[in-house]
T-cell receptor, first 117, second 114 residues
Framework: AQTVTQSQPEMSVQEAETVTLSCTYDTSESDYYLFWYKQPPSRQMILVIR??????QNATENRFSVNFQKAAKSFSLKISDSQLGDAAMYFC??????????????FGKGTKLTVNP | NAGVMQNPRHLVRRRGQEARLRCSPV?????VYWYRQLPEEGLKFMVYLQKENIIDESGMPKERFSAEFPKEGPSILRIQQVVRGDSAAYFC????????????FGSGTRLTVV
């Protein structure tokens, strides 16, 4: 079964600085998707960035970028020029498709990011 | 375009009562997923449904929990005879179909069992 591990329960960063959140996963599949979701206190799950495993190029969305190391099964999120609005829980997730026709996201336990002014 | 609508946002039930959680997917989305989030935890998969079909309910407790996604109307997650351990946030997500990676999540229903 696929597992997702986020080893940093909490992280903090100064406003305008850069922070990297770690994520590792375990899978025997060769083709899959990885995601980072942001969950602010409002509880809404917001997609931050998505990476297809077959793409070697790291995904980038404005101030958010990933470092995808497929062989190492690592998928870290870098937030540049951190803003106060980036403070939230961040979840790494793996999308699995099963031969039985199912599909699900497997989530890590999350990293709570604090942004200090 | 409205996103995924979940209601109620908060639900309080006494032990032994029934809880019904509703999820209206994004218009045009025919696939719905339910997840449960316990305090300080990530989301855990419960069930995957298409219209009128349960595709995968492997994450759902076998007793007291059921889910449906009828041809018309919202998807319903039903918990009978709630216990304190059912207290959690329940999230619904929808997508266009299996293999599509565009999942839209609702804001969740926080169930508190007293």
């Amino acid at each position: 079964a696929q597992t997702v591990t986020q080893s940093q329960p909490e992280m903090s960063v100064q406003e305008a600085e850069t922070v990297t959140l770690s994520c590792t996963y375990d899978t025997s599949e060769s083709d899959y998707y990885l995601f980072w979701y942001k969950q602010p206190p409002s509880r809404q799950m917001i997609l931050v960035i998505r990476q297809e495993a077959y793409k070697q190029q790291n995904a980038t969305e404005n101030r958010f970028s990933v470092n995808f190391q497929k062989a190492a099964k690592s998928f870290s999120l870098k937030i540049s020029d951190s803003q106060l609005g980036d403070a939230a829980m961040y979840f790494c997730a793996y999308r699995t498709l099963t031969q039985g026709g199912s599909e699900k996201l497997v989530f890590g336990k999350g990293t709570k990011l604090t942004v200090n002014p | 375009n409205a996103g995924v609508m979940q209601n109620p946002r908060h639900l309080v039930r006494r032990r032994g009562q029934e809880a019904r959680l509703r999820c209206s997917p994004v218009k045009g989305h025919s696939h719905v997923y339910w997840y449960r989030q316990l305090p300080e935890e990530g989301l855990k998969f419960m069930v995957y449904l298409q219209k009128e079909n349960i595709i995968d309910e492997s994450g759902m407790p076998k007793e007291r929990f059921s889910a449906e996604f009828p041809k018309e109307g919202p998807s319903i997650l039903r918990i009978q005879q709630v216990v304190r351990g059912d207290s959690a946030a329940y999230f619904c997500a929808s997508s266009l179909g299996r293999g599509h990676y565009g999942y839209t999540f609702g804001s969740g229903t926080r169930l508190t069992v007293v």
